[in-house]
């Protein structure tokens, strides 16, 4: 399994052997740009690895990982998956201390890559925070 956290994917992943067929997690955001050769960046990864992606913890604040346990309720993380990548992204949710919320296969990271500027829109002087989503009666 390999996280992909980094801008550039294609020019940083390029340049990395051994990632043939694996399981990849794509936690980059298009930010400065993105290759609009690729419906998302987790579909870039794809065309690198070839393996199964998923797209997650893309819009869950890094700053915050720490705090994650701390929580009255667990906070969820959005993701999209296809294939293997799905329980692999849900168990590392999960381990992480997150509820993981399946959005839908990977045709929706590119969902997902757009949702950040949800994020900024609602941090509140520029404070991150954390996010939840469940049914009645589960927080």
């Given amino acids: 399994m390999v996280l992909v956290a980094v801008p550039a994917v294609s020019a940083a992943l390029g340049k990395v052997t051994g990632l043939a067929g694996k399981v990849a997690i794509d936690a980059t955001n298009a930010y400065p740009s993105r290759s609009e050769a690729f419906p998302s960046l987790a579909e870039e990864v794809r065309s690198i690895t070839g393996g199964p992606v998923a797209k997650s913890v893309n819009i869950n604040y890094a700053s915050l990982y720490g705090q994650v346990t701390a929580q009255r309720a667990r ?64 927080l």
Avoid: H, N
């Fill in 75 to 138: 906070p969820s993380s959005l993701y999209a998956a296809d294939g293997a990548a799905d329980a692999t992204a849900g168990q590392l949710i999960t381990a992480a201390g997150y509820d993981p919320v399946r959005v839908g296969g990977l045709d929706k990271a590119r969902a997902l890559e757009d949702l950040t500027w949800l994020l900024f829109a609602a941090a509140q002087d520029d404070a991150p925070f954390f996010y939840s989503f469940a049914a009645p009666g589960e």
